[in-house]
């Protein structure tokens, strides 16, 4: 049994993802996606896309309520596309990361070879930087690769053109997104070995992977779908277990808490926002409020950077 008092010397970070239903890889910018590319979606859709603006401004609220500040990854071409939503969380002192220009797969989900060269990703992930830092007023520093699948050569490319973290690596026993084993890496925090992401590496560049929960298997749990489909005890036991062994990390997105419904149209996924509204708030507040007496903080604070 894990006693609170246990983890008072650590702390974890909340991050949130900042973007929208057409970004997800089943609508665009995916090997199987209706569309591909999020250009070519506004190209061709005519009906409401925005069901971002109004769930942010509820977890927006909810962090103010539980008086946390967070990291929020943020799509870069929302600047664009939603005046003023980025300011708003800026404005509330939210630290600002990016998650890509247009939340794009750079890895394949089934082979995990590159769908993009080292030079065209340095040039689409630097402008992504430039547009957020341009309306964040401040210096971007962090990075979480869209849909979570990385490369160990991203995150080499990431450091040369000036980030100092990356929090995308997630190890479990269901599944892997990256180009990797994951054989020496847990939930803490790392430097990992340039063009690959095993721990050992000795750089300017962290590596913040994901929360598990370590029974037989390493299951997922930092939130997300996870919580979404599986409840807040196992995201809640995986958060603690993970305290335990030093920082981690949990996230979601607006879109998990929002009540709309979303446009039925996307591949392969057709069950995805099932489960979300009020249901996922709930499990989000239990949550923050189990872990409450824990101190968070954003991940640009984090003492190894």
């Known amino acids: 049994m894990i006693v609170l008092e246990d983890l008072m010397n650590n702390s974890f970070s909340i991050t949130v993802d900042l973007e929208d239903w057409y970004h997800i890889p089943s609508v665009c910018g995916s090997p199987f996606a209706v569309y591909r590319s999020v ?47 980025i300011e708003s969380v ?44 341009k309306v964040g007023g401040d210096k971007i520093v962090g990075y979480r690769a869209p849909n ?7 995150l080499d490319s990431l450091e040369r053109i000036g980030f100092k973290y990356d929090s995308s690596v997630s190890v479990n026993s269901l599944y892997n997104k990256t180009d990797s084993s994951l054989s020496t ?18 750089r300017n560049l962290v590596e913040f992977p994901w929360a598990y929960y370590h029974n037989l298997l390493k299951i997922p749990a930092s939130g997300g779908p996870i919580l979404r489909f599986f409840g807040a005890p196992l ?29 039925s149209i996307g591949n392969n996924r057709p069950f995805y926002w099932s489960l979300k509204g009020k249901l996922v708030e709930q499990r989000i507040r239990y949550i923050l409020k189990k872990l409450e007496d824990i101190d968070k903080i954003c991940l ?3 003492q190894g950077l």
């Open 148 to 154: 979570s699948l990385v490369g160990g050569w991203m």
């Open 39 to 85: 250009d070519e979606f506004f190209e061709k859709w005519d009906d409401k896309y925005d069901f971002l603006t109004e769930p942010t401004k509820k977890v927006l609220d909810l962090l103010d309520e539980f008086k946390v500040t967070a990291t929020f990854f943020a799509v870069a071409d929302i600047v664009e596309n939603y005046p003023g939503l």
């Open 90 to 133: 800026v404005e509330r002192g939210h630290e600002l990361a990016c998650h890509g220009l247009h939340h794009t797969c750079k890895i394949d989900p089934e082979t995990k070879k590159q769908l993009i060269s080292n030079e065209e990703f340095e040039q689409r992930t630097l402008l992504a930087k430039r547009i957020l830092e």
């Open 300 to 302: 640009r604070d984090y």
């Open 185 to 202: 890496v847990s939930s803490t925090p790392y430097f990992p070995i340039e063009n690959g992401l095993e721990v050992g590496g000795n």
């Open 235 to 263: 995201v809640l036991n995986g958060l603690l277990q993970s305290l335990r062994r030093g920082h981690t990390v949990f996230y979601f997105h607006p879109l998990d808490i929002s009540c709309a419904k979303f446009p």
